[in-house]
């Protein structure tokens, strides 16, 4: 049994241009990158569908201007796309009312934007508190939770200062909190720790990931980082030029990349942690010795078993069955050169 | 072959302007020679009767008009109630005091002491003393009650003013209807003069403190509704957005994330609020005689010098003291809140200032002096002016007056003459032709129609008075200017005091820059055209300062390596590249010059202010709103042409 879709997004295309209706209209729905090239518009999104499924991890990925921060906010309807549908446990949110997304926004959503969005005469306090602030919560109530909150993302101290007073990543972590502010289900976030020092970012990542398996939310999560986004991610999708050009695991997009440009960004990845011995087991022969890994195990785990072994290595799948063998041969090649599949 | 045929069509097209401009200035000048009597001088009798139409529109709008449940005259009336009431509080709180309580005003140490607090507050110690300072001058020089009806006029008019710009302002950038209806009428009110406000005025809500408080309200809101647009249009994109994430009702949006956000732009709004209601708020006294303005007007106009200087220094050092604690009010940026302890010390503070605040008054109920300075305590200075002027007189006015009397005969009285005598359809063709060369079709029929306009409703003379005195002045603002924007932006320890004195000067309301002149030049074309260039020149260098700074310096570089001289890098390099900053300030700098222009009406110039005030007392409305139009029309016009010019320079240099 699947788990039900939190957010889906059917046929979306965010046009920028003079008329961007009737050129869709034009185009009869489906302009091509030549129409927009010729007309001046352009696809900031184009025809982009998906899934995702309550408390799942979406990384999108793509080149800077590939519409990963538009496609955004299409989700959250900070923009209204130009044509298409994005359900929100169900509900079509492009026709929702602009009361229903307010109650939306304020017990359903939250987000981290990329160039912070801090309110410059607000403190870092004052910053957390803002969305239950808005709501009426009373003072002692949401600074109680926007306490707790800076304590979270390592702001205490800091809690009087306001933005401007702020390093980038320090503002950006004050994003993530008042983002958390609410509790929200669904959490957007636009390269939240992309501001951050790699020490803080590593611990703000293991923070994230800490939180998710606590509060199991459903995120969807913009980075430019090929490996940050496989540390987090359930599920990758990249973009280019306003389209998805492909979505699936990280092992999946590795294996067998659709397209060159694909391919170029996975080309760096790390691919022992990323890879697992299922992708390069094969059929077994007599010649196994007799340690044996699991399936679903890492390269990078497996690796000093397969490589200290002088024959292949027994694969067994969750009900100890033998399924397979690995060949060290094999594992060097995948893990160490650039040819993923030959 | 291709290259030569290139640079020949280069060379033909960088002639083509020329040959346009030959040709339009010959047939001009054919036209100027032949043109018949109707192009030279507008038939009387074919004057289009739109002044009496306007205002017996206005005297029909004032008297007459209904809106069904009530009249026009029920509404003003209405208003004036409205605003009345506050005024009524502070007039009684500075200098009335509340008879029917049996309250007095507050006494003048106490308000030098808030003053000085506030001043504090806002701006720190120096602020602090200046203000408490600025405002003991005026206790102790005896100006009390004047100074006071002036500044309760301005804390009435400020709010008010400042609340309907923001109001307009949230309007326009609501709906683009109202924007662009709003943004006209802001063009036009803000080329229309000062004194062409009181007319209208008048004639809805007569004379004395009310009208005076809107004319000056009226005149201070275009400024701030432009802030409020300009300032909410920057708001960054994300700001609004996490707003809305956090789940703003669009009023929440406004209140709470954008004006908040639009701060800074807001309080430089606010600021110019202050310091248009300064200026106006002396022009206006010509229909609500009361406060400084009104002293300073008649002592001007009786020549009694020493007093006028009284009271346009205390009128300056309100400007001054205003202007500061509102500057100070924008830069003021706080790295954290307060914390609690801090918060516990300002209120300790607060009480001990309040305790001081009750124990002056106390003091003051004591000790009669400390309420209102008696007439043998306080200091005048008048009688030392006077001497100190009539000794210059004595000595002085002999050498200048014969300066004024020869600049006037050999060089004023000819080219006002010539002036005088421009015959107005070859004059508004030229004007057309040139609206054509800059900018096209559009911008040389607006020209046209615009000072036709002029011609066809009877100001073609005053019209071309007001056009002699500007022209003179900014002609001369400029050589002065320029040179010394120049200055200003080589010599870097020039700049902050040339900057410190342009900002100061612009805190002057108008009005006082009449003084020096009448003490020098008595009055006539030369004082006027001093006075007018004294007012006008601040732009011209501070934007001619500004463009020499904003040159890049890999251009300056590039000229240093092509080994120019300073004089080549300054003329050849420089200049060409500051040239749009530069006639930005002088659209400024003629806007302002045409505004003096007609203020110098009131020391005899015969030029559309003349028609202004001359229609004041007579309730002329359409006498005094057109002459102000017209010089609107003269000021878009101008402003127009090189605006449209400054743009393309800009564009053709790549910098825009
Ligand atoms: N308001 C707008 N008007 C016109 N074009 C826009 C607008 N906003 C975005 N675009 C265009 O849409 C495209 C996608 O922009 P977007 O900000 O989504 O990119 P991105 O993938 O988030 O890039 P980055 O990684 O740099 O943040 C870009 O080509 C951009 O120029
Ligand atoms: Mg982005």
């Not at chain 1, 929200?184 to 703000?204: H, Q």
């Not at chain 2, 008297?63 to 004036?80: I, P, Q, Y």
């Not at chain 2, 709103?625 to 400054?646: D, V």
């Amino acid at each position: 049994m699947s788990k039900p879709n939190k957010i889906s997004c059917r046929n979306l295309w965010k046009v920028y241009g003079k008329d961007a209706q009737s050129f869709m209209a034009v185009h009869s729905n489906a302009p091509s990158l030549e129409d927009f090239r010729r007309e001046q518009y352009v696809g900031a999104v184009r025809n982009v569908s998906f899934e995702v499924t309550t408390g799942e991890i979406l990384v999108v990925m793509g080149l800077s201007g590939s519409g990963k921060s538009t496609l955004l906010r299409c989700l959250a309807r900070l923009i209204d796309a130009t044509s298409g549908a994005v359900c929100f446990d169900g509900q079509d949110i492009t026709k929702a009312t602009p009361e229903e997304l307010i109650e939306l926004r304020r017990h359903k959503m939250g987000m981290v934007f990329q160039n912070f969005g801090l309110l410059p005469h607000k403190t870092v306090l004052q910053n957390i508190c803002f969305p239950l602030d808005v709501q009426g919560i009373s003072r002692t109530r949401r600074e109680e939770r926007g306490m707790e909150l800076a304590q979270l993302v390592g702001l205490a101290g800091k809690e009087n200062f306001y933005p401007r007073e702020l390093s980038g990543g320090q503002q950006q972590r004050v994003g993530i909190a008042r983002s958390l502010a609410v509790e929200p289900d669904v959490w957007f976030l636009d390269e939240p720790f992309s501001a951050l020092d790699p020490l803080i970012r590593r611990d703000m990542q293991d923070e994230f990931l800490r939180l998710q398996r606590a509060l199991n939310k459903t995120i969807v999560f913009v980075t430019h980082d090929f490996e940050e986004a496989v540390r987090v991610a359930d599920r990758i999708a990249i973009m280019k030029d306003g389209a998805l050009v492909q979505l699936g695991r990280p092992e999946e997009l590795v294996w067998c990349p659709a397209d060159p440009y694909v391919a170029e960004f996975t080309r760096n990845a790390p691919r022992g942690k990323i890879i697992s011995v299922g992708q390069i087991m094969v059929p077994t022969s007599a010649a196994a010795s007799e340690i044996s890994i699991r399936i679903d195990q890492k390269l990078d785990d497996v690796a000093p078993l397969v490589l200290g072994s002088d024959r292949s290595v027994k694969v067994i799948d969750h009900d100890d069955r033998v399924v397979g063998q690995v060949e060290r041969d094999r594992l060097i090649a995948v893990m160490f050169s650039d040819g993923a599949r030959q | 072959m291709t290259a030569s045929a290139d640079s020949a069509a280069s060379r033909s097209k960088s002639i083509l302007p020329g040959i346009l401009v030959g040709g339009a200035a010959v047939v001009s000048l054919i036209l100027f020679a032949v043109a018949p009597d109707w192009a030279r001088q507008w038939p009387a009798e074919q004057i289009v009767p739109l002044r009496d139409w306007v205002t017996r529109f206005f005297q029909w709008l004032a008297n007459e008009a209904s809106f069904g449940l009530f009249t026009v005259k029920d509404l003003t009336r209405l208003v004036s109630d409205i605003l009345s009431g506050p005024l009524t509080i502070t007039d009684g709180l500075l200098h009335k005091g509340f008879s029917q309580f049996g309250l007095a005003a507050l006494p003048w140490i106490t308000v030098v002491l808030i003053m000085g607090i506030v001043g504090y507050a806002i701006g720190g110690g120096r602020l602090g003393i200046a203000t408490t300072l600025g405002f003991a001058y005026l206790a102790v020089f005896g100006m009390w009650p004047d100074a006071m009806k002036t500044f309760s006029l301005v804390l009435v008019t400020v709010p008010i003013a400042a609340l309907i710009g923001l109001m307009l302002g949230i309007l326009a950038t609501r709906n683009q209807l109202a924007e662009r209806v709003l943004s006209a009428l802001f063009d036009v009110m803000q080329a229309t003069p000062h004194l062409a406000y009181l007319g209208p005025i008048a004639i809805f809500f007569g004379f004395g403190a009310v009208p005076r408080l809107i004319a000056t309200a009226i005149f201070a809101v275009p400024p701030m509704a432009r802030c409020t647009i300009l300032g909410l249009r920057t708001v960054a994109p994300e700001i609004i957005e996490s707003g809305l994430m956090s789940g703003c009702t669009p009023r929440q949006l406004l209140w709470r994330v954008q004006l908040p956000a639009a701060q800074r732009t807001l309080l430089v709004g606010l600021n110019q609020v202050i310091m248009q209601t300064l200026a106006m708020v002396v022009i206006a006294s010509l229909i609500g005689a009361s406060g400084l303005g009104h002293r300073l007007l008649f002592s001007l106009q009786q020549l009694q010098m020493g007093k006028a200087i009284e009271y346009g220094v205390a009128i300056v050092v309100i400007a001054i003291l205003l202007d500061r604690i509102s500057q100070a009010l924008i830069a003021r940026n706080p790295a954290r809140a307060p914390t609690e302890a801090e918060k516990a010390a300002l209120l300790r503070t607060s009480v001990i200032l309040g305790i001081l605040l009750a124990s002056s008054i106390l003091v003051a109920w004591l000790v009669p002096a400390f309420r209102l300075l008696p007439k043998d305590m306080t200091f005048t200075t008048a009688p030392y002016w006077d001497q100190s002027i009539r000794w210059l007189s004595r000595t002085l006015f002999v050498y200048l007056e014969f300066f004024r009397d020869d600049v006037t005969t050999y060089i004023l009285v000819p080219i006002r003459n010539l002036f005088l005598s421009l015959p107005w359809l070859p004059t508004c063709l030229l004007v057309a032709t040139a609206g054509l060369l800059i900018g096209g079709w559009r911008l040389a029929v607006t020209a046209f129609l615009l000072l036709g306009f002029i011609a066809a409703i009877g100001f073609w003379v005053p019209a071309m008075m007001t056009l002699y005195l500007t022209s003179m002045a900014v002609i001369i603002c400029v050589l002065l200017g320029l040179p010394i924007g120049i200055c200003a932006a080589h010599r870097p320890r020039f700049t902050r005091f040339a900057l410190a004195l342009c900002d100061t000067l612009q805190t002057f309301p108008s009005f006082i820059y009449l003084i020096p002149v009448i003490m020098l030049f008595r009055v006539g074309d030369l004082a006027s055209i001093i006075a007018i260039i004294a007012y006008a020149m601040v732009p011209i260098i501070r934007y001619t300062h500004l463009g020499l700074m904003r040159v890049p310096a890999n251009t300056l570089e590039a000229g240093i390596a092509c080994g120019c001289t300073g004089r080549q890098m300054l003329l050849k390099v420089e200049l060409p590249q500051a040239v749009p900053e530069i006639l930005l300030g002088l659209t400024q700098t003629i806007t302002m010059a045409l505004f003096m222009t007609s203020i110098t009406a009131l020391i005899g110039s015969r030029d559309l202010g003349q028609e202004i005030l001359k229609a004041l007392p007579a309730v002329d409305t359409g006498r005094g709103l057109l002459a102000g139009l017209s010089i609107a029309a003269i000021g878009i016009t101008a402003t127009r042409l090189i605006e449209t010019w400054a743009v393309r320079r800009k564009r053709e240099l790549g910098l825009a």
